[in-house]
């Protein structure tokens, strides 16, 4: 089992930045692929960005491309979702998840979820 924790979230102005984070306790997390999700009220849970277990691939949904960038630390457990130039329209909450497959833009191909984290934009 593999427990994920983001933080980070919180509420910013349109054009700010924020940074969140995704940790796990667990030794095996270098191995495993990671993706952020978001999820707004009333919509569905849409991908946002993925990274390869050793940084190589990443992948990103158009509509952050150019303003979001997820990297990781194997040697902390952690990954990072740096977002920059945000816009009332990135309110969500936003999930980590872990993978032993290569990430994907398919939720189903995750293993381990987190509880996630709010993110809300004003404008």
């Known amino acids: 089992q593999m427990q994920l924790v983001e933080s980070g979230g919180g509420l910013v102005q349109a054009g700010g930045s924020l940074r969140l984070s995704c940790a796990t306790s667990?030794?095996?997390?270098?191995?495993?692929?990671i993706g952020w999700f978001r999820q707004a009220p009333g919509k569905a849970r849409e991908f946002v960005a993925s990274?390869?277990?050793?940084?190589?691939?990443?992948d990103y949904t158009d509509s952050v491309q150019g303003r979001f960038t997820i990297s990781r630390d194997n040697a902390a457990n952690a990954a990072y979702l740096q977002m920059n130039s945000l816009k009332p329209e990135d309110t969500a909450v936003y999930y980590c998840a872990a993978t032993e497959r290569d990430p994907g833009r398919q939720g189903s191909l995750y293993d381990y979820w987190g509880q996630g984290t709010q993110v809300t934009v004003s404008s």
């Open positions: 990274i390869s277990w050793g940084s190589a691939i990443k």
């Open positions: 667990s030794s095996a997390f270098s191995i495993y692929g």
